[in-house]
């Protein structure tokens, strides 16, 4: 347990003097030109305040120029570095930027735009497609019905496609495997598969949540060819490892938290319970319930359709790999007005916040249940108990 905690420290320090080095190399010019995307604006007083983000950086400058909407377009300009703290560059910072441009979007973005005729929706399928962000209106809808998850590109849509793909190339592969039957067909389509999914990443400029996706299933592939327990702990740490390495500074974002906490929860369930079919229906409740605790921890909104995120995540399964299609086809847009309609209902809600303290013990106690099975069950009574409380 020593070896492995100097192995975590090691890590870490090692991680931290690159990302130091980096910082330096940042700022040793007063002026530095970047290119970003825009994930966030909106108008404070007389001027418009703009969250910027690229692979290196995330940070804010404000523009008093009657800006249009910028929301996901790549723009050009230069900020002023003196100011900027290494603690700042890690997280997110305030910069003085002048001679904003404005960039040309790539191919995949106009595609997608041109299939769907509002803004709103223009966003919410970049955003399923390609990790870009969602305007501040629909996010709101989103959380009031518990499926933001389901439009922040993660792991979720990584095992879509995992899984589509397999059925698609595995009714191939069987046809040829007469050839070739000396073969193992999961580690040929699984290295197939893992090289697709690679070019996804390079199509969506490697996005962060992706990435750390990605790691997850090469190291669950390796774990699965040595015919290892896939639900055991380690990979879980071997991952956030491995990303304290890739890209560190995103490791301080509510993203990442949240993200590490739904992958811990489906291997504890795991842990309990066999892996088949029924009990993957089952899994959507529980994740629901587990996520419901963090959720109203950091967020508020909640509407009682939100009792139907379980059901709408399973449909998702279908839903996702068909609007792939219908995008594929130049007919994204063919659902817009249900789900314009659909996402109406998250329009009205209200707050139901839990205090730190109780995210912090409900975490603790889930950390027990992995070991002790009545901790496990504990956590899902309390859960339900904290569900409960929306009535009250």
């Given amino acids: 347990m020593k070896g492995f905690l100097v192995l975590i420290f090691l890590i870490?320090?090692?991680?931290?003097?690159?990302?130091?080095?980096?910082?330096?190399?940042?700022?040793?010019?007063?002026?530095?030109?970047?290119?970003?995307?825009?994930?966030?604006?909106?108008?404070?007083?007389?001027?418009?305040?703009?969250?910027?983000?690229?692979?290196?950086?995330?940070?804010?400058?404000?523009?008093?120029?009657?800006?249009?909407?910028?929301?996901?377009?790549?723009?050009?300009?230069?900020?002023?570095?003196?100011?900027?703290?290494?603690l700042g560059y890690l997280t997110k910072f305030y910069a003085i930027s002048f001679d904003l441009k404005l960039q040309e979007a790539n191919f995949l973005e106009n595609f997608i735009e041109s299939q769907h005729k509002e803004k709103k929706f223009q966003n919410l399928f970049k955003a399923l497609f390609l990790a870009q962000a969602i305007d501040y209106e629909t996010r709101k809808e989103l959380s009031a019905l518990g499926i933001s998850h389901l439009f922040a590109l993660s792991g979720f849509h990584l095992g879509i496609i995992s899984g589509s793909l397999f059925f698609i190339l595995g009714f191939f592969y069987k046809k040829f495997q007469k050839l070739f039957p000396y073969r193992n067909r999961y580690f040929d389509l699984g290295v197939v598969i893992l090289g697709i999914e690679f070019l996804y990443l390079y199509i969506t400029s490697f996005p962060?949540?992706?990435?750390?996706?990605?790691?997850?299933?090469?190291?669950?592939?390796?774990y699965a060819i040595y015919l290892r327990n896939v639900f055991d702990l380690k990979i879980l740490i071997v991952t956030i490892l491995v990303s304290f390495l890739v890209f560190f500074s995103d490791i301080f974002?509510?993203?990442?938290?949240?993200?590490?906490?739904?992958?811990?929860?489906?291997?504890?369930?795991?842990?309990?319970?066999?892996?088949?079919?029924?009990?993957?229906?089952?899994?959507?409740?529980?994740?629901?319930?587990?996520?419901?605790?963090?959720?109203?921890?950091?967020?508020?909104?909640?509407?009682?359709?939100q009792f139907l995120s379980p059901f709408v995540s399973l449909g998702f399964g279908v839903f996702y790999p068909l609007e792939v299609l219908l995008h594929l086809l130049g007919a994204g847009g063919a659902f817009d007005g249900l789900i314009s309609e659909?996402?109406?209902?998250?329009?009205?809600?209200?707050?139901?916040?839990?205090?730190?303290?109780v995210g912090v013990l409900f975490f603790l106690l889930s950390l027990v249940a992995y070991y002790k099975k009545w901790a496990f069950y504990g956590i899902n009574l309390l859960a339900i108990l904290i569900l409960g409380g929306v009535f009250l």
């Fill in 12 to 86: 870490l320090i090692f991680r931290i003097q690159i990302s130091f080095l980096n910082f330096l190399n940042f700022i040793d010019k007063p002026i530095r030109e970047v290119n970003v995307k825009v994930i966030n604006q909106y108008k404070k007083k007389n001027y418009y305040v703009l969250k910027l983000k690229n692979n290196e950086i995330t940070f804010y400058t404000i523009s008093r120029d009657n800006l249009k909407n910028l929301l996901n377009e790549n723009i050009s300009l230069k900020i002023f570095t003196q100011k900027i703290s290494f």
């Fill in 208 to 222: 962060p949540s992706l990435i750390r996706a990605y790691i997850m299933e090469w190291v669950l592939f390796l």
């Fill in 253 to 305: 974002y509510l993203g990442f938290l949240l993200s590490v906490l739904g992958i811990f929860y489906i291997m504890l369930f795991f842990k309990y319970y066999e892996f088949n079919f029924l009990n993957s229906l089952f899994l959507s409740v529980f994740l629901f319930l587990m996520m419901f605790v963090y959720s109203h921890t950091f967020f508020g909104e909640f509407n009682y359709y």
């Fill in 342 to 357: 659909f996402l109406k209902l998250g329009d009205n809600f209200f707050i139901y916040k839990l205090p730190l303290f």
